[in-house]
């Protein structure tokens, strides 16, 4: 079972966050077919959230065809979204190492880099939505 | 979609101040409203005129689709918890079920029982030893336990520490999500109901400055910042909340459905904390033209 956590400082809504938890549980392994989500009273009590955003996050894992709810038993993980590219974060965590020690040796600091790293990703992204 | 609270040209006067005016509302029903402004702002008076403590000098109120508190069905639809969560200090925790049970054609006894168990209070404490959190909760259970479609608090933690505060948020939540009422607070803290309400009301010096659904007034409004301009420049459709310049750098939170394209912007995305403090903090003034209220109830 998932236990969520919110972070009033994170930016990201409520309702974002816990989408997001449930897929990067189900990224990394921890979330996988056939478990089952806490419900939403749960969620509410645990991290006193509001009930309607719980169900709004629900509903958007639910559209996205990672969880299914079955009335009166629960909602339950459909897919997992680790599968084949599981095995390919080990030799991707070794190349980004790598490419963290030459970006210290020439000189950036932890600041810069993830300065860079973000800019990076966020043009990456925008060339592929473009 | 019914509205559970419908106010119109709303207005209460205490002799000569104005402490509540011109106030329009339609909050639609099964939410959680967030009830914000600084202390002094009208907020209480509001509530009290929701629950019928107080009737308006001009406009209407109407609540769960009737007049505050006019007859028993109506009394019965709705449940107050006023400022400070006010208890008999002289009775015990069973006196005040007693009370509840007998005044609430609607009292769930079990609730009430349940939850006093939950919270470890012994029915034969007198309410005035209780401490602030145990107090809270126990009006709160009553407010629970008369089960009513609309469940109104003012202020009810801003007296409470931190985990008392979060007790009593997680048993509110709880329970709206069992019995599906409404609810609105007042808080004059943005931090305290940013979790918990899915509807905000900002209210400021006896005024609405915006009302709305929290995912529509979140995605609506950005911060720009680029070289510094003139804000009347902006394109039509686009309201500027608040301003500010430097020499060289402008820097605008605004209100817009059309998204920003032009490139000499930085657009960045806010939480409901910065748009309730810029219209708290930004003079009335600049909303008599733009009439954000009307607009974003719609």
């Known amino acids: ?130 | 979609m019914s509205a559970v609270l419908r106010a119109q040209a709303l207005g209460k006067k205490y002799k000569r101040r104005w402490a509540l005016q011109h106030c329009d509302l339609e909050v639609p029903a099964g939410r959680v409203v967030g009830l914000v402004g600084p202390n002094g702002a009208g907020k209480s008076t509001l509530l009290n005129l929701a629950s019928g403590m107080l009737t308006p000098t001009v406009g209407t109120i109407e609540v769960c689709g009737g007049r505050p508190a006019e007859g028993a069905e109506q009394l019965a639809k709705v449940g107050f918890v006023a400022q400070d969560t006010p208890t008999y200090a002289s009775l015990s925790v069973a006196d005040h079920l007693d009370f509840g049970r007998r005044l609430n054609p609607d009292w769930d006894d079990a609730v009430a029982l349940d939850r006093i168990r939950r919270l470890g209070l012994d029915l034969t404490q007198r309410a005035g030893k209780l401490s602030g959190g145990q107090r809270a909760q126990l009006a709160l259970t009553l407010g629970i336990a008369k089960r009513p479609e609309l469940l109104i608090l003012d202020e009810p933690v801003a007296a409470l520490d931190p985990l008392a505060r979060r007790e009593f948020m997680q048993d509110l939540m709880e329970a709206v999500a069992e019995h599906g009422m409404s609810v609105v607070l007042s808080s004059h803290l943005v931090s305290d109901v940013e979790r918990t309400c899915d509807y905000v009301i900002v209210l400021v010096d006896s005024r609405v400055r915006v009302a709305g659904d929290v995912d529509q007034l979140v995605g609506s409004h950005h911060r720009l910042t680029g070289p510094r301009r003139d804000p009347a420049t902006l394109p039509a459709g686009r309201h500027v909340i608040s301003a500010s310049h430097t020499d060289r750098q402008t820097t605008l939170l605004v209100r817009t459905d059309i998204p920003v394209h032009d490139p000499s912007w930085t657009v960045t995305p806010l939480g409901l904390e910065d748009i309730v403090l810029a219209y708290m903090t930004s003079p009335a003034e600049a909303f008599r033209d733009t009439r954000p209220v009307l607009e974003v109830l719609r």
């Open chain 1, 1 to 130: 079972m998932i236990e969520f956590h919110l972070n009033d400082r994170s930016g990201a809504s409520p309702y974002q966050q816990l989408v997001q938890q449930v897929r990067h549980a189900l990224r990394l392994g921890l979330l996988t077919e056939g478990d089952r989500l806490p419900t939403v009273k749960e969620v509410a009590r645990q991290v006193a959230v509001n009930p309607n955003t719980v169900l709004k996050a629900y509903r958007e894992l639910e559209h996205e065809g990672l969880v299914a709810a079955r009335p009166g038993v629960g909602t339950f993980v459909t897919r997992t979204l680790a599968d084949a590219s599981l095995v390919a974060h080990g030799t991707l965590r070794q190349d980004l190492r790598r490419w963290l020690t030459k970006a210290r040796l020439a000189g950036l600091d932890e600041e810069s880099i993830e300065a860079l790293f973000m800019n990076t990703f966020r043009s990456a992204a925008g060339e592929d939505v473009a």
